[in-house]
């Protein structure tokens, strides 16, 4: 009976060290894994503009436009960027705007291209947008090649985006009529435009490194598990002999 107690504890002792060396290898995993997800995002630029609007007869109308595109954009892809129009502030008879619009312009050295999303039309209460409202988003989608970019193979240039907003506002009472707001116009940061050279050691080497990034999570998994089970069932070297208990 002593024995068999003994014997145990004796395992019972030999499986908690045996279940505590995993545990390096499981947050190792967690690690690699997780960075190797971060390195394959995608470099996103957004903000805000800065507020536009304009000073009418009737009232001051306040906006801005929140934006949204990838850092880089190649040659021979479509680039999208994405628009939110914000409704900030309203004042003296303003109550809405409608017929409202955003253009994207995007100016790559002397080269500039436009693209135009209009909002509902038609004078109904689903086409108005009141203080506090949110247009959006909407992507604007830019086809980029040679000939509107300007970019021979090998060159690269950084473009600036600049958003118009055109609209019309609704005068409330006494006013009770429509009025065209003069367009407003803002900066909306810029990016990389790239052009570049397609050759074959390049193509071999990007799809060489492509291959082993999508296959280091199987790699690291694999690993993992091997070292999972040499340090569950693998026998530990000898112990020193303990002292006999009395």
Known sequence: MVDSEKDGRGREGRARPSALRLFPVL???VLLISFQGANAAVQVTSGVTQQMGNILPQGNTSYEVLYSYPSTADVGTNLTIALTLHIT???GQIEYILGYALEAQLFIGGYELNSTIFGPSGFNSSAFLYPGAYWGPNNFTF???QVNSGLAKGQSANASLNII???TVYYGVPVLRYFTEPAMEAQGG???IENPVASTTTSTSTSSQGGGQTL???ALLGSGAVLMVAAAFLP?????AQASQK
């Open 216 to 218: 280091l999570p199987y």
């Open 143 to 145: 086809p980029l090649t």
């Open 190 to 192: 810029s990016l990389l």
């Open 27 to 29: 947050f190792t995993l």
């Open 165 to 167: 907003l055109r609209d």
């Open 89 to 91: 502030a309203f004042s």
């Open 236 to 240: 530990r070297g000898p112990r020193s």
